[in-house]
């Protein structure tokens, strides 16, 4: 594959959002809860990719993994006795086990199934989680748990979390841009084109379901115990298992940046926790309604999401492979996800 | 030598039809066997059957020595059984390389060999491979912006790149530009002759089935209905009166 | 487990259980339908059905707010329904149409979470119901209470569910339907408007939960969130019937009534809901197991 000078842009890119990660919550102490969240929204939105876009799975249940990983954390530093950031490195650490194993037994049983009987199935895990965990009185019953208090100053703890945040926003994506370019990732996108082909020429198409779904369950866990620190409350309903607001920005966000793309959820949870702000401010109690109207109109209208509409608009940024063997032919595009190419055939 | 394909009897039906009724054939290593029939004779249904896509209602199949009547689709790949599809089907929204790789056997089953970077090894196949179907200039276009015959050859070269035993192609010359059938025709022998894979395939087209065929069975109304070399079965009255007697 | 004791020693409670289960499982039932009507028909699955049934709620609540009596305004949700479903689909629907599911479901969940949280702003949070004032009948010296409105509900059901058979039987739009859902191309060719037909039905289909709706907020109550879990009751009941079978929708949808109401009451109120999701769940995986021997999947 060529890799031309427009390969160097995504680096350095890169580069420069986690030089400008590293240096906000100094410059902007008052805007730092905000950065966190919207190291948050990345991690959400990559990790709902990896099975929506990148293998056509919708799920609108992932919310789960990062619940379960929000009361792990908040329950190992509650009950284990050690000290507070002993206790949230080991919280973390068994929410990551609790939600990849819950992606494991549960993945076999529902990813067997074609994608929309997959999705529907996941429609009401949010829901069953929390009811199940507001009925449960040693988690905190419906009010929920507080977590370990951190020890330190306010603004200390919110940018102790907001780098936490950072790192694993960025360890998912490091993670995933890797996997993309090995054979997993080749098979998720071919279950996703034509899974009955997958499967014909002797895919293990259900096994790499569940492998993707356990690996968005281990970065979703893990980021519950940081967000609860920073919020300071672990709610079933509002945080843990919000079904109505995280569960819908995942896919949002990952459709409006566009789906099946790398940097796709990256450009979709800025785009979204940018207007978010201006969402709340200017249309206040109407920003959900609006929400879902940008999911219906996107999906609709601009399915290939603001990187495909970036690259349909200025080509020449992105990698560009010509038809060899057309003499004529218009510079045609080598794609990671459904797009029009433009292309004369021969 | 036992057959490297041994289809013992078998039966099909869809509601009330039977599509398949007692079809035993059986493919030598390494040749080029043919299955011809007009429409709606059960070809397609054999096909599936053969792969596991559906079950059977009675009968066996053996495959390699192994019974794989009872096993899944992807498990009867995975031991070297490869169809093609009648209306061609490939991955349309990846490019025709990333088509192609995904396509290379995975000797090792482990999770360390399902996170592997493709090797250079494996791009140079590949290549050699698009090339071999004439496609290597178009390798970087996304596959479902190919016209239908090329699909067709990208399809094949998948099917190729998956290192078959078995390969049964479904009316490989359909929909293909008559003046491009006979290389296509030419590749596929080569593929038998070089490469060692076992062909069975389904043709409408008797000219490319004469050429291409060493044996050839005719199914007619779900049944065999004829079994022989080419040249025998075209002179065979009961094959042309089935051909004739269906249009 | 406490409630479990008093079934066993009251076994008239049972009774109530089931009634209460069978009258709301024709409503299910209805829902039922109309999905897999557009099921069928479009090729498409709703997951907005729930909000239709919503909606078509507060349609009554409205009505009844402004005077209309509650029983005159279930054809008058039916109706609004009905305009809304076919704007809907002149909108956002026919695009959709003829894409993969994929595109289907996100658009159907879009419009699912637009309208759940129109709803929210528009009428609030707080949960609604009307009363018809049509009073209560009691059974076996009282201890069975069964509302009359809730009779009415089951027999308005039981009687839209003729008339739609009726319709997709004998009427000309009904035949059109069934023939564009066994073969869209072929009835094309034979000169059938489509396009017109996917719009009949998708109106038709949000006419329908929109009376169900209006039966649900004078039978039990609405709120804007809980379409999410009529949305999974129809699938339920469409994946396990079948598509065709009518009965089978009837007879499921009761019998998902009656495990309802079984659930809330053995596992309280508020794990009703999550029991319809569980039970969701538990019924794909058991459908995919029976597919699987077949070498099949749930596709």
Known sequence: MKRGPNAYRPAALAALVVALGLVAPWVFPQAVTQLAFFWLMVLFALTWDVLGGQTGYNSFGNVVFFGLGCYATALVQRDAGLSYFTSLAAGMGLSALLAVAAAALLGPLILGMRGQYFAIATLGLGTVAADLFAGWDYVGGGSGIVPALYPGPIGERNRFFCYVLMALALLTFASLRWLYGTRFGAVLNAIRDDEDKAEAMGLRTTRHKVAAWMLAAFFLGLAGGPVAGLVGFVDPRELAFAGTSFGVWMVLMAVLGGKGTLWGPVIGAAVFHVTQELFWTYLLGWQRVALGLLIVVIVVFFPQGVLGWLRAQRPQWFHETLDEGAAAAQPAQRDEAGMRAHERTA | MSALLEVSAVTKSFGGVVANRAISISVPQGAIVGLIGPNGSGKTTLFSSIVGAHTIDAGAIHFDGRDITRLRVDAIARLGLIRTFQQTRVYRGMDCMRNMLVCAPCEREGLGAMLQRFPPALLERAESLLDFVGLHAKRQLRAGTLSFGQQKLLEIAMALMREPKLLLLDEPTAGINPTLINSLVERLRRANAELGVTLLVIEHNMRVMMSLAERVYCLAHGELLAAGAPQELRRDARVIEAYLGSH | ?299
Not at chain 3, 61 to 66: E, K, L, M, S
Not at chain 3, 83 to 97: E, K, M, N, S, T
Not at chain 3, 183 to 209: K, P, Y
């Open chain 3, 1 to 299: 487990m406490d409630n479990l004791a008093i079934l066993a020693q009251a076994p008239v409670f049972n009774l109530q259980l089931l009634v209460d289960g069978v009258l709301i499982g024709a409503l299910f039932a209805l829902a039922a339908f109309g999905m897999a009507l557009v099921w069928g028909v479009l090729r498409i699955i709703n997951i907005a059905q729930g909000e239709f049934v919503m909606l078509g709620g507060y349609v009554v609540v409205y009505a009844a707010a402004a005077g209309v009596p509650p029983l005159a305004a279930v054809p008058l949700a039916a109706l609004a329904l009905y305009v809304l479903g076919w704007l809907l689909y002149r909108a956002v629907i026919w695009r959709v149409v003829d894409q993969d599911l994929f595109v289907s479901v996100l658009a159907t969940f879009g419009l699912s979470i637009l309208l759940q949280q129109l709803a929210n702003q528009l009428f609030g949070a707080n949960v609604r119901s009307v009363d018809p004032g049509l009073g209560t009948l009691l059974l076996v010296d009282g201890s069975i209470s069964v509302p009359y409105v809730k009779l009415v509900a089951f027999a308005a059901s039981l009687a839209l569910g003729v008339a739609l058979v009726l319709f997709l039987k004998r009427s000309r739009l009904g035949q059109a339907i069934r023939a564009t859902s066994q073969n869209a191309r072929a009835a094309r060719i034979v000169g059938v408007d489509t396009d017109r037909v996917f719009a009949s039905t998708f109106a038709l289909n949000a006419a329908i939960c929109g009376a169900a709706g209006a039966l649900v907020a004078m039978t039990w109550v609405i709120h804007p969130y809980f379409g999410l879990a009529y949305t999974v009751r129809a699938f339920m009941i469409v994946v396990v019937s079948g598509l065709g079978n009518l009965a089978g929708i009837v007879a499921w949808g009761a019998g998902l009534g009656v495990a309802e109401q079984y659930a809330g009451f053995l596992l309280g109120a508020q794990f009703q809901t999550a029991f319809v999701f569980g039970l969701l769940v538990v019924i794909l995986v058991a459908r995919q197991l029976a597919l699987h021997r077949r070498r099949m999947v749930l596709r």
